[in-house]
T-cell receptor
Framework: GEDVEQSLFLSVREGDSSVINCTYTDSSSTYLYWYKQEPGAGLQLLTYIFSNMDMKQDQRLTVLLNKKDKHLSLRIADTQTGDSAIYFCASPNDMRFGAGTRLTVKP | EAGVAQSPRYKIIEKRQSVAFWCNPI?????LYWYQQILGQGPKLLIQ????????DSQLPKDRFSAERLKGVDSTLKIQPAKLEDSAVYLC??????????????FGPGTRLTVL
């Protein structure tokens, strides 16, 4: 099957920007998604981007899509302690998720 | 609007025992999904229902896992017999009628299964 890969850990200081990266292999996806999972909770859709877009901004979140390199990134501006969670990128074509990036925000 | 409900939240069993999980999707949602999330990994789709019919069960280990969605509403996922490697969080999700794609899925809190 197709793969979605992410780095596993990211640690930043409160107020800094966080950038979470993802690479995927399925070029036929219409959308690509970012989900957030807090401890003991189910997944929550954070944002998504259509495959014909390069960038999408939603308040503190910026999604960048490089279709040529099959690279997706999520930037969180002014990261807060409440942003500490695991972030998953996902490709919908076969409901495939990455392994998740654990973001730790230090005060 | 009530979210996706799952029970139990936690279950501990010994290997070779049987276990069942229950999911109540959001009212009116036609599509229901079961995922397995092993510690340190992303969710893996086990089975997808559209109403009470199976759309995709290609990754369901059918020798030990079974799922049903009677009357197209609630669903149960059963493991019989359980193995140590089945220890995971089992997530249920639902999505509205006529839609597809991950972004329309609403996830429940999951059932954490520990097999000893």
């Amino acid at each position: 099957g197709e793969d979605v890969e992410q780095s596993l850990f990211l640690s930043v200081r409160e107020g800094d920007s966080s950038v979470i990266n993802c690479t995927y292999t399925d070029s036929s996806s219409t959308y690509l998604y970012w989900y957030k999972q807090e401890p003991g909770a189910g997944l929550q859709l954070l944002t998504y981007i259509f495959s014909n877009m390069d960038m999408k901004q939603d308040q503190r979140l910026t999604v960048l899509l490089n279709k040529k390199d099959k690279h997706l990134s999520l930037r969180i501006a002014d990261t807060q302690t409440g942003d500490s969670a695991i972030y998953f990128c996902a490709s919908p074509n076969d409901m495939r998720f990455g392994a998740g990036t654990r973001l730790t925000v230090k005060p | 609007e009530a979210g996706v409900a799952q029970s139990p939240r936690y279950k501990i069993i010994e290997k070779r025992q049987s276990v069942a999980f229950w999911c109540n999707p959001i009212s009116g949602h036609a599509t229901l999904y079961w995922y397995q999330q092993i510690l340190g990994q992303g969710p893996k789709l086990l089975i997808q229902f559209q109403n009470n019919g199976v759309v995709d069960d290609s990754q369901l280990p059918k020798d030990r896992f079974s799922a049903e969605r009677l009357k197209g509403v609630d669903s149960t996922l059963k493991i019989q017999p359980a193995k140590l490697e089945d220890s995971a969080v089992y997530l249920c999700a639902s999505s509205p009628t006529g839609t597809s794609g991950v972004h329309t899925q609403y996830f429940g809190p999951g059932t954490r299964l520990t097999v000893l």
